[in-house]
T-cell receptor, first 115, second 115 residues
Framework: EAGVAQSPRYKIIEKRQSVAFWCNPI?????LYWYQQILGQGPKLLIQ????????DSQLPKDRFSAERLKGVDSTLKIQPAKLEDSAVYLC?????????????FGPGTRLTVL | AQKITQTQPGMFVQEKEAVTLDCTYD???????LFWYKQPSSGEMIFLIY??????QNATEGRYSLNFQKARKSANLVISASQLGDSAMYFC????????????FGTGTRLTIIP
C-alpha cells in the first residue's frame, strides 16, 4: 500500500514570496490533515478536511495561508506572502475516517526555509 | 483544551536496555485516545502504539508498551531491548473523541541509543 506522498521535500524562498505544497493521501482515506512543525516543537494542526469539506481550520493563519482539497483526494497548502516565522516542516497526514481510533498516517513532510 | 507534557528533552540509553519515555496529559474530555509516534531524522512520523481511555489493559505492540495510569493522567512509552535504530524523536499525542478530534502533540523526547 502506497503511503502519503508530499512534494516538494525541500523549499527555500525569500520572505514575501509565495509557495505551495502538495499532498496525495492514502487511497480511500477520507480525512486529510496539514500540520506545521517548527524546529524543536511537536506538530501543530493547521487544517483538517473530511472529504473535500473543512472540519477544523481554527489554527490556520487565514490572512496568508490557504488550503484546498478538490474532489476529496489531493490537497494543496499555500502560503502567500511568506514570513520568516513560517520556516518549518509541513506534514500532511491522512486517516480512513474521523474518530479517535483511526490512526493517522504521515507523509515525509516538506521542509520550508524562508530567508 | 488538551495539553500534552513531555518533560525529557533528551535521553541516552545503552543498547539492549529498556527505556521509559514520560508523557502526562490534561483534558476535560471523558473519552480520548493516546498515541505515540516516532520521528527519525528523515522526518516522517511513524505510528507506534495507541491507548484508548476506556481500555482496561495497557496497550502493547512488539517491543513497545504503554504504561497507562489514568488517575495520574500519564501514558509513558516503554521500549524493551532498545536497538540502535530506535534513536529518534518520540512524540506523545492525544485526541478527544468529542469535538473536532484534533490530535495534540507534546514537544517530544530525543532518544539516543549508545552502542
Amino acid at each position: 500500500e502506497a503511503g502519503v506522498a508530499q512534494s516538494p521535500r525541500y523549499k527555500i524562498i525569500e520572505k514575501r514570496q509565495s509557495v505551495a505544497f502538495w499532498c496525495n493521501p492514502i487511497s480511500g482515506h477520507a480525512t486529510l490533515y496539514w500540520y506545521q512543525q517548527i524546529l524543536g516543537q511537536g506538530p501543530k494542526l493547521l487544517i483538517q478536511f473530511q472529504n473535500n469539506g473543512v472540519v477544523d481550520d481554527s489554527q490556520l493563519p487565514k490572512d496568508r495561508f490557504s488550503a484546498e482539497r478538490l474532489k476529496g483526494v489531493d490537497s494543496t497548502l499555500k502560503i502567500q506572502p511568506a514570513k520568516l516565522e513560517d520556516s518549518a516542516v509541513y506534514l500532511c497526514a491522512s486517516s480512513l475516517d474521523r474518530g479517535s481510533y483511526n490512526e493517522q498516517f504521515f507523509g515525509p513532510g516538506t521542509r520550508l526555509t524562508v530567508l | 483544551a488538551q495539553k500534552i507534557t513531555q518533560t525529557q528533552p533528551g535521553m541516552f540509553v545503552q543498547e539492549k536496555e529498556a527505556v521509559t519515555l514520560d508523557c502526562t496529559y490534561d483534558t476535560s474530555d471523558p473519552s480520548y485516545g493516546l498515541f505515540w509516534y516516532k520521528q527519525p531524522s528523515s522526518g516522517e512520523m511513524i505510528f507506534l502504539i495507541y491507548q484508548g481511555s476506556y481500555d482496561q489493559q495497557n496497550a502493547t505492540e512488539g517491543r513497545y508498551s504503554l504504561n497507562f495510569q489514568k488517575a495520574r493522567k500519564s501514558a509513558n512509552l516503554v521500549i524493551s531491548a532498545s536497538q540502535l535504530g530506535d534513536s529518534a524523536m518520540y512524540f506523545c499525542a492525544m485526541r478527544a473523541v468529542s469535538g473536532n478530534e484534533k490530535l495534540t502533540f507534546g514537544t517530544g523526547t530525543r532518544l539516543t541509543i549508545i552502542p
